[in-house]
């Protein structure tokens, strides 16, 4: 597959901003100065003496120019199938991202005065009851910013319950227990609470090894458990109430990755299956956008008997008669000595908790369910119609995301990040690779409930075409991808020799490599 | 429900491709026992006028919103130029996930590469990462990362940074060794007074400046004495429109600066999504948290940029990473790069002369009110402490009521013993008739 370039399309070489800067372009207007001027208003050696030196000059028309060049650089979710295991790239309403800009909540200051914030603190009260629901469990905090913050406070609940119930004695009880499939985040949130990690493995159906975790019980010390759910390869962990007595019995606490959620709302709660704690990551469930790596927002929730130890301050609600009619008020209570503090200054990601509740209106309860039904057939279908391309490594039936791996492939000489770039020469984003670990060569696919047939058919097929070539021409797909403005690029001699910032005499550089 | 793309005759195919009869069956490993077997107790779906009706009403009910306004601390109203909003609602950009496949990612790349740069450039620092959660993660994370360079666990932090941002960083430190010493302000000057907290056994030395009292340290002189005992001096800037006037934390000898990015065009939006800021000096680079972008090139030769250096972060190290985030804040660092490329060099210093001046105003006619004073005398940005004759939030209190103005933050919110002081926060959006009203509404009480 070759294409001819144009080498020098404007759009496709379009220099970083530094580049295009010249002195005396301008790219804004302020209002005339309106007071009367202080003169020297900082002592001189406060000031900056550097004239911002290196900071760009460009009008508005470079800057409209250069950020809109530069997206059609990358995939995105509008464009079409973003088949990230793990990842839970669906569809972004652009009726969310409107109600976040309403001026009464994106202009909102959040010190301003409770009688003044009424409609902000009732909606973030409204979510937290809907995701009470979803999840079968009592208390919440919306305040982490994102799923390993929401993992951290988490575990963090954990260690202040157990150094509550336990005393001194809870210094012994130190050990989390994480599937040796688990998300890197949960061994390092558990690090920052302070507890030290065993590993448990995982059995050849790819569920949690009953033996080894009833060993490790018995080796005592055992403060909790962090368990995805559907796990990682994306198979629901049958044992689940089991797994939870097994662990409460040893005296520890379940603690639940809600990354897979999608697999669930609406159709089982982690609550009801015996789950202490968890965390959401709205940025995948509830449909706020990615953004290229953020903000998510990852609330956390937990039992009654964990609520003590949550974030402050928390949203309540009171209803108090007014004129005889009962009426609610939301106020902010820092009253929880037992909390374990704050994650995050103010309330969390308020904005994506408006796109959240405004997904939730929008689907309601049959409408989560529909989806949910939705995400897991699409990955059905996946991995029905893939299982004779593809190694296949676990029997079960999948959930929302069919795992499958590159071991038909690699004995030509194809691996998994082979076949990844060559998906994006087919005009898809590659799947997760090499997660979880547990597989050789993973290929993780969740194609959410956002893909229709169509397109679900041409992923195959494309997926199908990967592996003749595989066979046939080795080559063309591990020299892949052909299509894109950049090869693959040399990661390697990135770390060695970091550039990671531009100085002027980088220009240079780049116009003679 | 219109965002599921397959009609029911799809679906019904589909599912018959799988081998099922209905969509039930697809959850038969999910034991009947823990599954939920009811609908769940929220809404009926609503319509997309529905949706937005009920949205409104909510944010109507925030009154603050659209009130004259002189809070600060910590988030900061400014004016965002139009073709932020506008460029980061792309597609390409908002719907697209993190980076991790360069060949259709650089358009992301490049901009948090520009951002790497721009926050270089501000803060005065040699390396920024991609952006932490917010200004008060990104401070918990600098006391983690003194501690893993210094190999102490002392981290002496003043009573003027932001109240929320120490709960913050208590909360991420608490099970580690870290022991906190907190230092006081000077009651006149409001600047950090008493360094005799710093040993050998210190880590680090933070400060905010401008303070959470307005005041601008003298980071030169605290530099020095955080060096002097072996301690890295840690800056912490919440108002990054002050940049384009005082003198970078790095020109005065700062390792690490962390802050909230808020400020360039990210609006208030009750506190969230804003974006953390994280730059240090490149020999601590590898102790760095968070993502970090850097060139790479084909093997054309092509310049791009790829995500480096990767072997710090928890999906390699796991319980060994830097830190356990994950994410950054990539579409609010493209606002902030769009916004600080828009305004650009001339702009960035314009806005915050025009901060500084519009402050130093509104603090001179409030000081000449009858029994209002300044409460500090160092110099200052945009924000500064007022001192009132009676309670500050009887006066606040009484202003919202009276004059439609939120006059700015009760210090009793934060510290004890402060029962007067409430911190005034001027900016650009602030008209001179705006401030004087405030000043008229003062006098009058």
């Known amino acids: 597959m070759s294409i001819t370039k144009v080498t020098q399309h404007p759009t496709q070489n379009e220099g970083l901003i530094f580049e295009r800067s010249h002195g005396g372009r301008i790219g804004y207007r302020l209002p005339k100065l309106d007071v009367p001027v202080t003169d020297d208003i900082l002592p001189a050696e406060l000031r900056r003496d550097d004239d911002l030196d290196g900071v760009p000059e460009v009008s508005e028309v470079d800057v409209v120019r250069h950020f809109t060049r530069i997206s059609t650089w990358n995939y995105s979710i509008d464009l079409g199938m973003y088949p990230l295991g793990s990842c839970t790239m669906k569809y972004n309403s652009r009726l969310n991202e409107k109600v976040a800009r309403i001026g009464g909540f994106a202009g909102l200051h959040p010190l301003a005065p409770a009688e003044e914030t009424q409609g902000a603190l009732e909606l973030i009260y409204r979510l937290q009851e809907d995701l009470c629901e979803i999840t079968g469990l009592a208390g919440i905090s919306l305040q982490p910013a994102a799923g390993a913050q929401g993992e951290m406070t988490g575990v963090m609940l954990i260690r202040a319950f157990l150094d509550q119930r336990d005393g001194e004695a809870s210094k012994d009880r130190r050990v989390m227990l994480i599937p040796d499939s688990a998300h890197g985040t949960n061994p390092a949130s558990a690090a920052v609470a302070g507890f030290s990690v065993k590993t448990i493995r995982s059995t050849a159906e790819g569920l949690t090894n009953m033996d080894h975790l009833h060993e490790l019980c018995n080796e005592g010390g055992v403060a909790g458990l962090m368990l995805t759910n559907p796990n990682t390869v994306g198979i629901f962990e049958t044992n689940i109430r089991e797994i939870c007595d097994t662990i409460h019995a040893a005296g520890g606490l379940v603690y639940m990755d809600g990354a897979n959620m999608n697999a669930l709302v609406g159709i089982a709660r982690p609550g009801d299956m015996g789950v202490d704690v968890i965390h959401l990551n709205l940025h995948k469930t509830f449909s706020t956008p990615h953004g290229g790596g953020g903000p998510g927002c990852g609330p956390c929730l937990c039992s009654a008997e964990l609520a003590p130890f949550l974030p402050t301050p928390r949203v309540e609600a009171e209803t108090r008669p007014v004129r005889s009619v009962p009426q609610a008020s939301y106020r902010l209570n820092y009253d929880y000595p037992h909390s374990i503090g704050r994650v995050k200054a103010f309330f969390g990601n308020f904005g994506m908790m408006v796109r959240a509740l405004s997904y939730i209106y929008t689907h309601g309860a049959e409408g989560l369910k529909e989806a949910t039904e939705a995400a897991v057939l699409n990955a059905r279908y996946v991995s029905n119609k893939l299982s004779e391309t593809y190694d296949k490594p676990y029997e079960s039936d999948c959930m929302h995301e069919a795992i499958f791996s590159h071991k038909k492939q690699s004995k030509k000489g194809v691996v998994t990040l082979d076949i990844a770039k060559r998906l994006i020469d087919y005009g898809f984003h590659p799947m997760t690779v090499y997660f979880p670990l547990v597989v050789e060569g993973a290929m993780l696919i969740e194609p959410t409930e956002s893909v229709g047939r169509a397109d679900l058919d041409a992923f195959i097929e494309a997926m199908i075409n990967i592996d003749r070539e595989a066979q046939e021409n080795p080559q063309l797909v591990i020299d892949a991808p052909h299509s894109t403005r950049i090869g693959r690029l040399d990661e390697a001699t990135a770390a060695r020799k970091p550039v990671l910032r531009w100085r002027t005499d980088m220009e240079a550089t780049a116009k003679s490599a | ?445």
């Open chain 2, 1 to 445: 429900m219109r965002y599921i793309p397959n009609s029911p005759e799809e679906r019904d195919e589909m599912l018959a491709v799988v081998g099922l009869n209905s969509a039930d069956e697809l959850f038969r490993s999910i034991p009947s026992g823990v599954q939920l077997n009811r609908a769940l107790k929220i809404t009926e779906p609503l319509a997309e006028s529905e949706v937005i009706a009920a949205m409104e009403a909510m944010a109507a009910k925030n009154t603050a919103a659209t009130k004259t306004s002189f809070l600060g601390a910590g988030v900061y109203s400014h004016f965002s130029p139009t073709i932020v909003d506008h460029l980061i609602q792309r597609s390409e950009f908002f719907t697209s996930y993190t980076p991790y496949q360069p060949e259709i990612s650089q358009g992301t790349l490049q901009y948090i590469f520009e951002f790497q740069t721009l926050v270089c450039q501000l803060t005065g620092m040699e390396v920024a990462n991609a952006s932490m959660y917010d200004g008060s993660t990104a401070m918990a994370e600098a006391y983690l990362m003194a501690q893993r360079v210094t190999r102490r666990n002392k981290i002496v932090v003043a009573t003027s940074v932001h109240p929320e941002y120490r709960e913050v960083a208590r909360t991420y430190t608490q099970h580690g060794e870290a022991e906190i010493v907190s230092i006081p302000f000077d009651e006149q000057t409001g600047r950090v007074a008493d360094l005799s907290a710093l040993d050998d056994k210190t880590a680090a030395l933070v400060v905010q400046s401008p303070n959470f009292l307005g005041c601008v340290e003298d980071l030169t002189a605290l530099a020095d004495a955080a060096h002097a005992v072996g301690a890295l001096f840690v800056v912490v800037v919440t108002e990054a429109i002050s940049f384009g006037l005082l003198k970078s934390p790095g020109a005065c000898g700062a390792d690490i600066v962390v802050g909230e990015g808020q400020s360039w065009g990210v609006p208030m939006g009750f506190g969230g999504p804003h974006v953390g800021l994280f730059a240090t000096q490149e020999k601590f680079v590898r102790q760095m948290p968070g993502r970090l972008c850097g060139v790479a090139y084909d093997k054309n030769g092509n310049r791009g940029f790829v995500l480096t250096l990767s072997t710090r972060e928890q999906h390699i190290r796991r319980e060994k990473a830097t830190s356990n985030i994950c994410t950054n804040q990539g579409l609010i660092a493209l606002a902030a790069t769009i916004y600080m490329e828009t305004m650009g060099k001339k702009g960035l210093q314009e806005v915050a002369m025009q901060n500084a001046q519009k402050a130093a105003y509104a603090a001179k006619q409030i000081a000449g009110i009858d029994g209002f004073e300044i409460t500090f005398s160092s110099p200052k940005f945009n924000e500064f402490v007022v001192r009132g004759p009676v309670s500050a939030i009887e006066i606040l209190e009484n202003v919202r009521t009276h004059n439609n103005i939120i006059g700015g933050l009760a210090l009793s919110k934060y510290y004890t013993g402060r029962d007067n002081d409430f911190l005034v926060c001027v900016t650009e959006t602030n008209t001179r008739e705006q401030i004087d009203a405030l000043v008229t509404a003062l006098s009058g009480l």
